[in-house]
């Protein structure tokens, strides 16, 4: 029988019915864990607690938190839960501070995740029969098999091109005629400049809906791929500590007001960067997730170091979480005040002349901390418009972030892009 929308649309109905569904799976995530993962009978061991202990959602709070130092010191299957000969696939981050984290899932657990990214396709506007144009890179990096596995769940038609080779990627989406297109941000406005070095026009291309995560993006972002390609774009969430792409998904139907977190699945908290404290709902802190029905490698209250907020379910009984402006580890402390990179991209944004595509430079001269952003012009223009924009930008950063920066107008298309995650940071303080 075809899937009809309800397949991907599966989630417990009510709040009750939700609260039921989620205190089931974190008593059995705590039993499994306590009992088969040498990690987790060690550490819930030494502070006495079990799964007997868990009676309400509340008594989270008694589960230490796990980090992914903890994934580092257990390398590479410390913290699985699992026999080896139960773990069908592995993926690895790769970690851009050395030693590298692996995680492991078994049938069950790939089956879940396929599904969970059908929901989000589902939610972005894709439908089974539309084909999917993926550029989100294959390998150990889970976006690619990930993206992939979830459009087959979806029964889409799935064009597995990964990423790089962009002259080959315009090719393809002329050729193929793709509705739907899954790349991480940064790469699909490598994609946009290359349609254009080409001739090609991006509205005219079938491209409909755009499903962008794997590194934080801006409203401005947001619109330039929206009306450049004449798409509707949503964000897609996720880590490999927790599953990979598809913990979180924004709707269409309000895209730009969160991503709904498929609690059924991932039960989230938002605690103190600092202290680890709990915070409210609508308190912005870091997000702390527990997997609720992972089998391989079950993992409690995982410290993501991503910043956001919790805000209620719309279409849904579920929580959204606001868009992730940033991690704790990217906040650069610039002569004491703190700023982190999308809040200088928003700025760009505001500047009609000026391309999403920059470089934060910092450095430091006699004790004192620097930063450059380096930023391309959209058009080649004149030293007069150079240093129009310039002043415009330096002005917004000063007044808007606190911060003096100094900016250098660069040509269109002279900075280097990303195929995957962009890295936007050259940061050479002395440690
Ligand atoms: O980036 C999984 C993924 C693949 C998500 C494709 C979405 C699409 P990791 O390589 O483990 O996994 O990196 C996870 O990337 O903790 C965030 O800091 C960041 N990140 C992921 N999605 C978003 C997003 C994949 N939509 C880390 N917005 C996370 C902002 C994101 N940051």
Not at 126 to 146: K, Q, W
Request: proline content about 6%.
């Amino acid at each position: 029988m075809a899937p009809d929308a309800s397949t991907f649309q599966d989630w417990p109905k009510d709040h009750a019915a939700l609260e039921a569904v989620q205190l089931a799976r974190l008593q059995e995530t705590v039993r499994h864990a306590a009992t088969n993962s040498p990690f987790y009978r060690r550490r819930l061991g030494e502070i006495g607690i079990s799964a007997d202990d868990i009676r309400s959602l509340a008594d989270i709070a008694r589960l230490p938190f796990t980090t992914k130092a903890d994934l580092r010191d257990t390398y590479p299957f410390g913290m699985f839960a699992v026999p080896s000969e139960k773990v069908a696939r592995l993926h690895a981050s790769s970690g851009t501070t050395g030693q590298p984290t692996v995680v492991g899932y078994t049938t069950g657990d790939i089956a879940t995740w396929g599904h969970l990214v059908a929901r989000c396709i589902h939610a972005a506007g894709g439908r089974p029969g539309m084909r999917v144009h993926n550029a989100y890179g294959y390998g150990l990096f889970t976006g690619g098999l990930g993206a992939h596995y979830g459009a087959e769940a979806l029964g889409c038609t799935v064009i597995p091109v990964s990423g790089g080779q962009t002259e080959r990627q315009v090719r393809l989406i002329t050729d193929l005629k793709p509705d739907l297109i899954m790349v991480t941000p940064s790469y699909m406005l490598a994609i946009l400049d290359e349609f254009r070095r080409q001739g090609v026009d991006p509205a005219a291309s079938s491209l409909r809906y755009g499903v962008f995560g794997a590194e934080p993006w801006s409203a401005g972002m947001r619109r330039e791929i929206e009306k450049a390609f004449a798409l509707r774009a949503t964000d897609i969430y996720g880590l490999s500590e927790i599953m990979g792409p598809g913990v979180a998904q924004e709707f269409l139907a309000d895209a730009g007001e969160g991503s709904t977190i498929w609690e059924d699945h991932f039960l989230p908290e938002i605690v103190d960067p600092a202290t680890g404290a709990r915070l409210p709902d609508g308190e912005t802190g870091e997000l702390v997730l527990t997997s609720l029905t992972k089998e391989a490698l079950p993992i409690l209250r995982y410290r993501t170091r991503d910043l956001t907020r919790l805000m209620p379910g719309a279409a849904t009984p579920m929580r959204r979480m606001a868009k992730i402006a940033a991690r704790s580890d990217d906040m650069l402390i610039i002569r004491g005040v703190n700023v982190f990179p999308t809040q200088i991209e928003e700025q760009i944004g505001r500047c009609s002349g000026l391309a999403p595509h920059y470089l934060i430079h910092v450095t430091r001269t006699d004790r004192l901390d620097e930063v450059t952003i380096q930023v391309e012009e959209r058009e080649p223009g004149d030293e007069a418009g150079r240093a129009h924009h310039t002043r415009t930008l330096v002005a917004l950063v000063k007044d808007n972030l606190g911060v003096s920066a100094r900016v250098e107008i660069v040509p269109a298309r002279s900075l280097p892009r990303s195929e995957g995650k962009a890295q936007r940071v050259r940061d050479t303080r002395p440690r």
